[in-house]
């Protein structure tokens, strides 16, 4: 995946300028964005201030880190139940 030219917390700082009152164009115009870009990004992290993105950026790392340990353990339960029916 591309990463991105932006932050999140300067995302999150570009959505804010909309909040307080700027038009969708000009603020696309002086960071250098597509409106598409924008919206992609007010759908994505929309109402969001910069402490809730870390805290939702940790809550994902510690998910995908849950899922991979739990991806392991059954992957080791599987093994251990077809050795043991093979010795039975």
């Known amino acids: 995946m591309r990463k991105s030219r932006f932050t999140e917390s300067q995302i ?3 959505l804010h ?3 307080s009152g ?3 164009r000009e603020i696309c115009r002086k960071h250098g964005i597509s409106d598409a ?3 992609n990004w007010k759908s994505k992290y929309g109402g969001m201030s910069v402490s809730e993105l870390k805290r939702m950026k940790e ?3 510690e998910n995908a880190r849950l899922k991979r340990m739990y991806a392991d353990l059954a992957l080791e339960n599987q093994a251990m139940k077809d050795l ?3 010795k039975l």
């Open 59 to 61: 809550l994902e790392a």
């Open 17 to 19: 300028e909309a909040d």
């Open 22 to 24: 700027m038009k969708v």
């Open 12 to 14: 999150v700082a570009i």
């Open 37 to 39: 870009t924008f919206y």
């Open 84 to 86: 043991i029916e093979k």
